[in-house]
């Protein structure tokens, strides 16, 4: 698989609404290897999270092809895309997606249990993310930053193979998110963990390997000296 986690060529992904056919990706490719953090940037509604749900199977695409970890997607059964967002597929979304009926302690516990690991290494993770202390307490319990920040401990916990992030640092004041971004790569560079960023925060764009924006339906190459 020589480290290509992601290889798509062509995608097209459009939506049916009422009367009209809103072609949203078309001849989108892209190519993503362990260790490397790609940042998307695009404008509201230029389809970001379309593409972050076509990568974790949350969405097909209309045509074109998309192979992960090797396999090609038409192959791929909803059994196979779960088993992957279960063992290997780690989603952050802006909310965070913690499960709201369990402390924090618990719900790392859950991610580690349904990826089938004994126990997890997050611990030295949640000190340095700074909510070591708030794992007894339930996700409606904490601040917006501190909620994404224990989503971000969730998501290396399963220990995934691809994270696919949408505004990591969003909830974050700017403090913070200088203190998490760092950590963020480590664990991705560590664990040779490849990363697809959403952001819309410039410094975080800036660290990671490349840029690419998303328009017209399309990822580009960022020119790296247009200001971001
Ligand atoms: N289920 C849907 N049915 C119809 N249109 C949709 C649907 N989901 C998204 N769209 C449209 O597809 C386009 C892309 O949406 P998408 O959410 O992928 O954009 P985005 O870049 O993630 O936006 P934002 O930055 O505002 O979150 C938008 O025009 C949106 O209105």
Redesign the pocket.
């Known amino acids: 698989m020589d480290g290509v986690l992601i290889k798509a060529r062509d995608l097209n992904r459009s939506?049916?609404?009422a009367r009209e056919q809103?072609s949203?990706l078309h001849g989108l490719s892209l190519e993503l290897r362990s260790g490397e953090a790609v940042a998307v940037i695009?404008?509201?509604?230029?389809?970001?999270?379309?593409?972050l749900n076509l990568l974790n199977g949350l969405l097909r695409p209309d045509s074109g092809q998309l192979q992960v970890f090797g396999r090609d997607q038409s192959e791929l059964t909803d059994a196979d895309w779960a088993e992957l967002r279960r063992t290997r597929i780690a989603t952050l979304f802006q909310d965070g997606n913690l499960i709201p009926t369990l402390t924090v302690a618990r719900n790392i516990a859950f991610r580690t249990g349904l990826a089938g690991l004994q126990a997890h290494e997050g611990d030295a993770l949640l000190e340095q993310l700074d909510i070591a202390d708030t794992t007894h307490r339930y996700p409606d319990q904490l601040s917006g930053g501190q909620r994404q920040r224990a989503a971000l401990a969730c998501a290396f916990a399963m220990q995934p193979r691809l994270i696919l992030a949408?505004e990591p640092t969003g909830s974050l004041d700017q403090a913070t998110a200088k203190r998490v971004s760092p950590l963020f790569f480590d664990a991705i560079r560590e664990r040779n963990v490849g990363a697809l960023i959403?952001t819309h925060n410039p410094e975080l764009a800036r660290s990671c390997d490349r840029i690419l924006e998303?328009r017209e339906g399309a990822l580009h190459p960022w020119d790296s000296a247009a200001s971001l």
Do not use: E, F, N, Q
Request: net charge positive.
């Open positions: 939506y049916r609404a809103i949203v695009g404008p509201s509604g230029s389809g970001k999270s379309t593409l949408d959403v998303l």
